[in-house]
């Protein structure tokens, strides 16, 4: 039994009772939030899991579509098409609340070349490179939306860490102390008074 310092007065056992009501409100809520964490942790790292899956399979298609694309034409002009076909790319970091937590929101800005203004010429460039550039153009949007995803995670994981020691700490310990020292200072005070009846008593 965990006894906390603190005098068996009625005083105390009052405040210590509207302690442990508190810790019971906390304790629930954080169990509360850590669950609604964790539906969000694994929700976002299968979504992340898909993502990564496809990116893969887009890197391989581009990659595919690339080297096709040097087979009838020279090295000469795929890297000119390539160097051509760059786009000014930004991105804007802003935050979401999940239950409290603030976690990244990326958003992509590009600037594309309309398709009747494309810098190469298609005349001389196989359909294979203009798919390689689309797919990787693609790629690098997926990238940013999973870097997002997965520093999420990582947030979401650090929170839910902190938040499961939080509620291990209020059951195991902070909640059980409390319980332990107000049932002591009840028995003293049951105590004092059957030794005040008992004194009162003898001097009647």
Known sequence: MAVLDINPTRMELNKLKDRL???RRGHKLLKDKRDGLMRKFL?????AAKFRIQIEKDILNANLQFELSKVNTSPQLVNTAVIMSRQDLTVDISTSNIMGVCTPSFSINKRHNSSENISYSLSQNSAHLDNSIHLYDDIISKLITLSELEKTISILSDEINQTR?????????IIPNYQDT???????LDENERSNIARLSRAK
């Open 21 to 23: 009501l508190t810790a």
């Open 43 to 47: 929700e976002t790292a299968k979504k």
């Open 165 to 173: 020691r939080k509620v291990n700490a209020l059951e195991h310990l």
């Open 182 to 188: 107000i049932r002591f200072i009840t028995l003293k």
